[in-house]
């Protein structure tokens, strides 16, 4: 059963059932992880199998949850945390940044931080404030994180593993709208590096870049791009922090066109780092400017609202068309 | 004396103290300080040896110290206060950039970090010169960071003494993780987590709280309340004496005189037995004095009064000792003249390593971000080091 077709949260539970099974040091802590399973079932049958001792439920702090993660890790464990949806992180965004982040280097090297922070991340479920959102980039900004997020199965199983063997905390952002979408897993391929990108589909006249809950919508735009006769890229990013600019270059060379596409809002988002530096690398190839598309200065909108909110097909495909009119 | 008696009894008296409290208004009960008129009653707290150097009983708390023990201890502190002043001496002569002085906080400092195991755990805030001083941290070690050379830079396994933590109340978390590895590890040794009375305000040390209550973590919470937060005294943290606001999280809590080694050494080896049973977590406030500046930032002359620190300057920590060693003839003048040059040369060494400390090479700025590796930083250390060479290129024009 190496081959399996997996729904992306499924190989997410598979993916934390292998590290139980394969490292006694591997300890899965958040809100509702152990009878329920979380919220979204990630951790789903995970307690019954392993113990309480393995898979804890926590107080109701994430504080709390990453501060005593962390004390763990210096005891020598692998802690995965589960962030119950993107908006709570916050409470816990002070030990992140101030101590998570920063342990290895205020000790010179001697300490490792090996832990996991899963977030499920974005919109698009129809939820209400708080629960829909993708700080990926507050993350990104701060130096001594790891910031992945995988876009299909295959990677939710295989990005995770890598993330859980890293020695540096990783912040392991999951698309939650497409937890159901389901992909094959191959459990015994080798997988590629955990901070590279991916090409998801070739093209030759523009590239699109994006991750997470996006690659899908990407895809899709690309396709329809092809119907009208445009041959669209599309690079999976999957790695945030660090961000493999080498593939994005290759791309654009090629393409001589950029558009980056991800749910955050568009200032000061990750699309404004790979502007500049492709604009850096890529002067004398680009054709356009590289354009952005994302979601907009302001709250989260209610669900009602959030289809204009995010980015979507039309507004992808709008992008392409700015992009080729130059 | 079994845990569970001395439980009931604080119990006991704690029900009494409530009574007392009732009725204030005609009894004796001492009123706190004035500073904030507050009404509540002065809790007792556990003392063994006078202001006086009078060596008193407590119910619950005893100790009994060799003379050689006794004058360990007394050694402890003075080597702690003279390491202290000559920080604080560095920094006015421009050699630190910055320092945190314990000066009055000797006892509870060396009381509480002697009575640890080596193989307990301790995480401090960035005033706990004197638990480093016991742990066997060297103490020049302590000053890289006030130098600005590095954030802390040991290897906080060497000495189970982690790093110094800036961001108050942070570390009360970290123990509180740590002590439940310990718990998972089927290990009887215990966490001693420090921290102070502004601190206590912090949502991360009530979180702690929480969760070492929950899991039962072998972890003790040592809060050196010494009465200011920079300039907020107490009553701008809490209205309810400190200790008492373990009961609220349901693990006891106690007030011990935090200028007096011997009842800090006393009550914090009792918690860590304690921890070590598998019986949870207690809560030690030590009622102290910050004695100096928050740092030597700091300006106590803007917000309180010269009294309050003469009043304390009675209740020091080593003067009481003292005291005590002379009194019961424990210690001799020879014993301290070697002390004092004991002392000096500490001292001296200090000095001389501070001053020989390097500056990083300007390259150490990418060291040890990340553990694996990560793209964009090798890029920028290698774009800052083309940088660097242009310069030394530019030399030869």
């Known amino acids: ?326 | 004396m079994t845990v569970e008696s001395t439980a009931a009894r604080k119990t006991t008296r704690r029900s009494s103290g409530t009574k007392r409290t009732a009725s204030a208004s005609t009894s004796t009960t001492k009123k706190t300080s004035t500073r904030a008129g507050a009404e509540a009653t002065e809790p007792e707290l556990v003392q063994l040896l006078t202001p006086e150097g009078e060596r008193v009983q407590h119910p619950d708390y005893d100790i009994d110290l060799s003379a050689e023990e006794l004058r360990g201890l007394y050694r402890d502190m003075v080597l702690t206060r003279r390491f202290d002043a000559e920080a604080t001496s560095l920094q006015r002569q421009g050699e630190l950039g910055l320092w945190a002085s314990l000066l009055g906080q000797e006892a509870a400092q060396i009381g509480s970090g002697r009575a640890l195991r080596d193989d307990d755990y301790v995480f401090p805030t960035y005033r706990e010169h004197g638990v480093a001083w016991v742990r066997g941290v060297d103490p020049t070690n302590l000053l890289g960071m006030f130098r600005g050379v590095n954030h802390g830079g040991w290897d906080p396994s060497s000495n189970n003494f982690h790093l110094y933590t800036i961001v108050l109340g942070s570390q009360t978390l970290h123990a509180t993780g740590y002590a439940m590895g310990i718990a998972k590890d089927g290990a009887d040794s215990a966490v001693l987590a420090y921290f102070g009375d502004g601190a206590s305000s912090q949502g991360d040390v009530n979180e702690s709280f929480v969760f070492s209550a929950v899991y039962n973590a072998p972890v003790v919470f040592f809060c050196q309340n010494n009465q200011w937060a920079i300039s907020e005294p107490i009553e701008k943290q809490t209205r309810v004496p400190l200790y008492q606001r373990a009961a609220g999280f349901g693990f006891p809590g106690v007030r011990v005189d935090g200028n007096d080694v011997l009842a800090c050494l006393a009550v914090t080896r009792s918690a860590l037995e304690r921890a070590r049973r598998g019986e949870g977590p207690t809560l030690i406030e030590a009622f102290t004095y910050r004695m100096a500046a928050h740092t030597t930032s700091d300006d106590p002359t803007r917000y309180r009064r010269d009294a309050e620190r003469a009043e304390w300057e009675a209740k020091d920590p080593i003067l009481r000792l003292k005291a005590y060693l002379e009194n019961e003839g424990h210690a001799d003048a020879a014993f301290f003249e070697a002390l004092e040059a004991e002392s000096e040369a500490l001292g001296k060494n200090v000095r001389e390593v501070v001053r020989a400390m390097p500056v990083p090479e300007h390259m150490a700025i990418f060291d040890h971000t990340y553990a694996d590796g990560h793209a964009l930083v090798d890029e920028e250390r290698a774009q800052f080091a083309a940088y660097q060479a242009s310069f030394a290129a530019g030399e030869g024009e």
């Open chain 1, 1 to 326: 059963m190496a081959v399996q077709n997996l729904p992306l949260a499924k190989a997410l539970n598979e993916s934390l059932r292998k590290a139980l099974e394969t490292d006694p040091k591997v300890v899965i802590m958040g809100l509702d992880v152990g009878k329920l399973g979380g919220v979204f079932r990630i951790t789903d049958g995970l307690q019954k199998d392993f113990g309480e001792d393995r898979v804890v439920d926590t107080p109701l702090a994430e504080s709390g949850i990453v501060g005593t993660a962390i004390g763990l890790a210096l005891r020598g464990y692998r802690p995965i945390v589960e962030i119950q949806f993107d908006g709570f992180v916050f409470p816990a965004y002070d030990q992140i940044v101030t101590q998570l982040a920063k342990m290895r280097a205020r000790s010179l090297g001697t300490v490792k931080m090996p832990v996991v922070i899963r977030i499920p991340y974005g919109g698009g479920i129809g939820a209400v404030e708080h629960h829909s959102e993708s700080p990926e980039s507050l993350f990104a900004h701060v130096a001594g994180l790891k910031v992945v997020t995988p876009a299909n199965s295959s990677d939710a199983y295989w990005m995770l593993q890598q993330a859980i063997q890293s020695d540096d905390p990783v912040i392991f952002f999951e698309p939650k709208r497409r937890y159901w979408d389901k992909g094959e897993v191959d459990t015994e391929a080798f997988p590629g590096e955990l901070h590279k990108a991916r090409v998801a589909r070739e093209g030759t006249d523009l590239t699109l870049a994006a991750y997470g809950p996006m690659v899908k919508t990407c895809l899709e735009a690309a396709a329809v791009a092809a119907e009208e006769g445009k041959s669209v890229e599309v690079v999976d990013l999957r790695s945030i922090s660090p961000l493999d600019f080498d593939t994005i270059q290759a791309s654009v060379e090629k393409t001589r066109r950029l558009v980056v596409v991800h749910e955050a809002p568009v200032f000061f988002g990750s699309g404004a780092e790979i502007a500049a530096r492709i604009t850096e690398r890529c002067f004398y190839h680009l054709e356009a400017p590289v354009l952005r598309v994302g979601g907009y200065h302001a709250p989260y909108p209610p669900a009602r609202l959030e289809e204009e909110y995010l980015p979507g097909l039309d507004r992808v495909l709008d992008a392409v068309d700015r992009s080729l009119a130059y």
